[in-house]
């Protein structure tokens, strides 16, 4: 433990490639998510959450951002709240 899970996040809104994430707070609603400050976040806004899975290549889960904020200590790096949705959305 005390590692940083990484993941990417492939917003719907934006038109650029998946952004890298470090994932937190993981509970069986969402996870929580750091990421670089100048990536466009919208409230409410969809996106798929792609995480490396132990020994079982790459996992994705649409997620559902809840909310967003600057990060506490980085002025570089933000924080969002993303919940899982069912994959037959």
Do not use: K, Y
């Not at 993981?26 to 995480?51: E, H, Y």
Request: aromatic share 6%.
């Amino acid at each position: 433990m005390g590692h940083p899970q990484g993941g990417w996040l492939q917003l719907d809104l934006a038109d650029r490639e998946a952004t890298p994430v470090e994932l937190f707070a993981f509970s069986n609603q969402g996870v929580g998510v750091i990421l670089m400050a100048d990536v466009p976040l919208q409230q409410g806004a969809s996106a798929l959450l792609m995480m490396q899975a132990h020994g079982a290549g790459v996992s994705h889960r649409p997620v559902r951002l809840c909310w967003h904020r600057p990060h506490p200590q980085d002025p570089q790096r933000q924080v969002a709240g993303l919940r899982f949705e069912s994959d037959d959305r």
